[in-house]
């Protein structure tokens, strides 16, 4: 019985320990709030993106039509993200930019969840979700398509001069 309660022991430990590795993983961004905090701060369709990295239905977001000059920020915390002048029509549904506003703005991650190896795109500012980067963007340019979800960001146009 005391071998027993022993090995309970251990795995109890072990599972303690990893639980800790975890958490260390989990990067800090600047902006970090619980998660009772955004869901009060957040539409329902943002906090499903944003925070649990959903993924909007295709030709949904107002965003793709737009052509106007302006920025692209993050819809949780004002982060720029994109510019209209580097968006392109991918025909995917999605808003998609060749670039972000600075490579530093957003930050990558290796997401398989969807069965084949694909970059998570996040927010640098909140670690917010927003969408994912493939290599099959505009040749003549970056070769990259940023596909972000338009609910997880909101258009500034550019003053009027
Ligand atoms: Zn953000």
Redesign the pocket.
Known sequence: MKRILTVIFSLLLLSCNSNAQDSKKQKQ?P?SKTETEWKAELSAAEYQV?RKKGTERAFSSKLNAVDQPGTF???????E?YKTKHKFESGTGWPSFDRPVKEANVDYRPDRTGGFPATEV???????H?GHVFNDGPQHTTGKRHCINGV?MNFVPEAKQ
């Open positions: 961004y902006v944003l920020v993050c819809a949780a915390c004002g982060n993200l996040l927010c640098a500012q909140c670690g917010g927003l997880a």
